[in-house]
């Protein structure tokens, strides 16, 4: 069974930063990319980042790059999302998805290729 669990959100002052984990099981990280997405109220989902688990090419997305960045710890098929500079307009549900072929550009952040996706983590940025 494929399952993907997100935690390390919270409450964080503005200018603060959070890292996110996702925890993937049941399935071969090497044969897929990880995603990581959000949605704040009344917006829609917004694709931030991604991570082959072939070779570890990755991709930020233009609205948070600069500030957040993916990376992965494939012993523990593990992806993370380390998040600086953090402001208010940050604060959303964040989710891993995982897409079961291994590319990432900035087309697969549409989330349309991602088939799994995690129950989602709350992150909150005060101002």
């Known amino acids: 069974e494929v399952q993907l669990v997100e935690s390390g959100g919270g409450l964080v002052q503005a200018g603060g930063s959070l890292t996110l984990s996702c925890a993937a099981s049941?399935?071969?990280?090497?044969?897929?990319?990880i995603g990581w997405f959000r949605r704040a109220p009344g917006k829609e989902r917004e694709g931030l980042s991604c991570?082959?688990?072939?070779?570890?090419?990755?991709y930020i997305g233009d609205s948070v790059k600069g500030r957040f960045n993916i990376s992965s710890d494939d012993a523990k098929n593990t992806v993370y999302l380390q998040m600086n500079s953090l402001k208010p307009e940050d604060t959303a549900i964040y989710y891993c998805?995982?897409?079961?072929?291994?590319?990432?550009?900035?087309?697969?952040?549409?989330?349309?290729?991602?088939?799994?996706w995690g129950q989602g983590t709350q992150v909150t940025v005060s101002s």
């Open positions: 049941g399935f071969t990280f090497k044969d897929a990319a």
């Open positions: 998805a995982a897409q079961f072929y291994p590319a990432c550009t900035s087309w697969h952040l549409t989330g349309a290729t991602y088939s799994s």
């Open positions: 991570i082959s688990g072939s070779d570890g090419s990755r």
